[in-house]
């Protein structure tokens, strides 16, 4: 029984849809795990027990009545606790939002819901989605399987461990300047940031409005595509939602084959602050690209070393304007209400209590930028930057059909070593906040364990908005060619929890 935490998605379904095993015996085996190591990883905020079995069991019903079952029916997913879930906590790792129960379903949720998949809970991340380590949460740090002294990236730390750790064969995350792809880099998983606009924010809790993009996560290419059908599509609650049909990413994913394709290696995203073993698996799958039939060229994104200040002013400008709206009065915490104070003195004083050190210097920062007086300067210049970036992707794509780059400039530093220097901590986002600036499509997938430390290093795959297949195209065929010549998975490798 314990082998089913073991089971692609796509396994899974298949044996649920062929009475192989049941969905509720497979939700079991997963609270299960979640009950024996999620102690020690701690990649769960809230853990929904009878919520995922009564929904397993509603699968098992569909199947009895003989109704055809969705391709990902029954299987398990951890949700990043952003989205919101009807009668399920959401707090974004943040103390203010402690108790709040809401009301509605994310669209996200909701497609997750219609697709018969089954939530088996909300996951850690940084507070707001705000941070490169999980360690900015209110609820404490989750570790990497891998090592668990070590930062399991961030923001959505939860999601990529809880896939690490056999938590959970699916898992949702969001993307605003590498949440996703980064964690999924060190931790030895799949991640997505799908094209902005095409997977609906109607109730993704807002950090950075004009980046955030929720997208799946999973630990194979396949799982991953299939999880991305499932939630990505026009939302009209979303008024940034794309109105075109979705990128027909699981068949891209099947295709395996690279021929022929033009893949564009950015000459910004190597040099100093880079870890030897990292380059060095990151110079082999350019060299199995090439053995696969790819033409391999390099090209020049000069605005990328810009991305990264750029990315700190407008994100932080968009969140002192979101998070606005935690003002005791609406959701969660309320500290200081006792009959003698103003609004205004609750307000402040619950924000003081409510909000971490990060999420504070950001909203802060984010103020100043768009004060009069410095909004040309610093806010207005950081979107002129933007708009260069977005040029330079232009240029690239006009020679070639995707960009590779390491997703990280190195692989996962121990918990602490960073969280009191936040600069340090920015630059582990230094080849993924391009994409988000510009709002285009990108996958991390494994590409093997850095020599010097044994740990995971992520391939970034970066494609046109609107050409999300290619990723699976490339990401496809590179990790059947890497699981062929290691003889297996790369997350087999991991050391057992
Ligand atoms: N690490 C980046 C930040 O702190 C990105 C976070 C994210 O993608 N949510 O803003």
Same mark, same amino acid.
């Given at each position: 029984?314990?082998?089913?935490?073991?089971?692609?998605?796509?396994?899974?379904?298949?044996?649920?849809?062929?009475?192989?095993?049941?969905?509720?015996?497979?939700?079991?085996?997963?609270? +299960?795990?979640?009950?024996?190591?999620?102690?020690?990883?701690?990649?769960?905020?809230?853990? +929904?027990?009878?919520?995922?079995?009564?929904?397993?069991?509603?699968?098992?019903?569909?199947?009895?009545?003989?109704?055809?079952?969705?391709?990902?029916?029954?299987?398990?997913?951890?949700?990043? +606790?952003?989205?919101?879930?009807?009668?399920?906590?959401?707090? /974004? !790792?943040?103390?203010?939002?402690?108790?709040?129960?809401?009301?509605?379903?994310?669209?996200?949720?909701?497609?997750?819901?219609?697709?018969?998949?089954?939530?088996?809970?909300?996951?850690?991340?940084?507070?707001?989605?705000?941070?490169?380590?999980?360690?900015?949460?209110?609820?404490?740090?989750?570790?990497?399987?891998?090592?668990?002294?070590?930062?399991? !990236?961030?923001?959505?730390?939860?999601?990529?461990?809880?896939?690490?750790?056999?938590?959970?064969?699916?898992?949702?995350?969001?993307?605003?300047?590498?949440?996703?792809?980064?964690?999924?880099?060190?931790?030895?998983?799949?991640?997505?940031?799908?094209?902005?606009?095409?997977?609906?924010?109607?109730?993704?809790?807002?950090?950075?409005?004009?980046?955030? =993009?929720?997208?799946? /996560?999973?630990?194979?290419?396949?799982?991953?595509?299939?999880?991305?059908?499932?939630?990505?599509?026009?939302?009209?609650?979303?008024?940034?939602?794309?109105?075109?049909?979705?990128?027909?990413?699981?068949?891209?994913?099947?295709?395996?084959?690279?021929?022929?394709?033009?893949?564009?290696?950015?000459?910004?995203?190597?040099?100093?602050?880079? =870890?030897?073993?990292?380059? =060095?698996?990151?110079?082999?799958?350019?060299?199995?690209?090439?053995?696969?039939?790819?033409?391999?060229?390099?090209?020049? /994104?000069?605005?990328?070393?810009?991305?990264?200040?750029?990315?700190?002013?407008?994100?932080?400008?968009?969140?002192?304007?979101?998070?606005?709206?935690?003002?005791?009065?609406?959701?969660?915490?309320?500290?200081?209400?006792?009959?003698?104070?103003?609004?205004? =003195?609750?307000?402040?004083?619950?924000?003081?209590?409510?909000?971490?050190?990060?999420?504070?210097?950001?909203?802060?920062?984010?103020?100043?930028?768009?004060?009069?007086?410095?909004?040309?300067?610093?806010?207005?210049?950081?979107?002129?930057?933007?708009?260069?970036?977005?040029?330079?992707?232009?240029?690239?794509?006009?020679?070639?059909?995707?960009?590779?780059?390491?997703?990280?400039?190195?692989?996962?530093?121990?918990?602490?070593?960073?969280?009191?220097?936040?600069?340090?901590?920015?630059?582990?986002?230094?080849?993924?906040?391009?994409?988000?600036?510009?709002? *285009?499509?990108?996958?991390?997938?494994? /590409?093997?364990?850095?020599?010097?430390? *044994?740990?995971?290093?992520?391939?970034?795959?970066?494609?046109?908005?609107?050409?999300?297949?290619?990723?699976?195209?490339?990401?496809?065929?590179?990790?059947?060619?890497? *699981?062929?010549?290691?003889?297996?998975?790369?997350?087999?490798?991991?050391?057992?929890?």
């Amino acid at each position: 029984m314990t082998e089913l935490i073991k089971y692609t998605a796509a396994e899974t379904a298949g044996a649920i849809a062929k009475g192989e095993v049941t969905a509720v015996e497979v939700a079991q085996a997963h609270l +299960d795990r979640i009950d024996a190591v999620d102690k020690k990883v701690n990649a769960f905020l809230h853990v +929904d027990h009878e919520g995922a079995l009564a929904a397993a069991r509603a699968v098992d019903a569909k199947r009895a009545s003989g109704a055809e079952l969705g391709p990902l029916a029954g299987v398990p997913l951890a949700l990043k +606790d952003v989205f919101t879930t009807r009668g399920m906590p959401t707090t /974004c !790792g943040s103390k203010i939002l402690e108790g709040w129960v809401p009301p509605y379903d994310a669209t996200l949720t909701k497609r997750l819901k219609d697709a018969d998949v089954v939530i088996l809970g909300k996951t850690n991340m940084d507070e707001f989605a705000m941070g490169s380590s999980t360690e900015n949460s209110a609820y404490g740090p989750t570790g990497n399987p891998w090592d668990l002294t070590r930062i399991p !990236g961030g923001s959505g730390g939860g999601s990529a461990a809880a896939l690490a750790a056999f938590e959970a064969p699916l898992a949702i995350g969001t993307d605003t300047g590498g949440s996703i792809r980064q964690p999924g880099a060190v931790t030895g998983t799949v991640g997505v940031k799908p094209t902005y606009g095409s997977v609906s924010r109607y109730g993704l809790v807002a950090f950075s409005s004009s980046l955030d =993009q929720g997208g799946p /996560c999973a630990r194979t290419v396949l799982d991953t595509a299939l999880l991305h059908e499932a939630i990505a599509g026009y939302d009209p609650l979303d008024s940034t939602s794309i109105d075109a049909p979705v990128p027909a990413v699981v068949a891209a994913a099947k295709t395996r084959d690279v021929r022929g394709m033009r893949i564009g290696v950015v000459k910004e995203f190597a040099g100093e602050g880079y =870890q030897a073993g990292v380059m =060095q698996r990151f110079e082999e799958s350019v060299e199995l690209l090439r053995e696969l039939g790819a033409e391999v060229v390099e090209v020049s /994104c000069p605005s990328f070393t810009l991305a990264m200040p750029a990315y700190y002013l407008i994100a932080p400008s968009e969140a002192s304007s979101n998070l606005a709206r935690f003002d005791a009065m609406r959701y969660g915490l309320r500290v200081g209400d006792d009959g003698t104070r103003s609004a205004e =003195q609750v307000t402040a004083l619950t924000r003081e209590a409510g909000f971490g050190a990060e999420v504070k210097r950001r909203i802060i920062l984010g103020t100043y930028a768009l004060s009069s007086g410095y909004y040309d300067a610093y806010y207005g210049s950081a979107q002129k930057v933007r708009t260069l970036i977005s040029r330079d992707f232009d240029a690239a794509f006009a020679g070639v059909d995707v960009l590779v780059s390491p997703t990280t400039p190195t692989t996962a530093f121990p918990l602490g070593e960073r969280a009191d220097d936040p600069l340090a901590m920015y630059l582990a986002d230094l080849c993924t906040i391009p994409s988000n600036l510009a709002g *285009n499509a990108a996958m991390s997938l494994p /590409c093997g364990l850095a020599p010097e430390d *044994n740990l995971p290093v992520g391939l970034q795959i970066i494609a046109p908005a609107m050409a999300d297949d290619r990723l699976y195209r490339v990401g496809g065929a590179v990790e059947a060619a890497l *699981n062929d010549k290691w003889g297996h998975a790369l997350l087999e490798e991991a050391p057992a929890l």
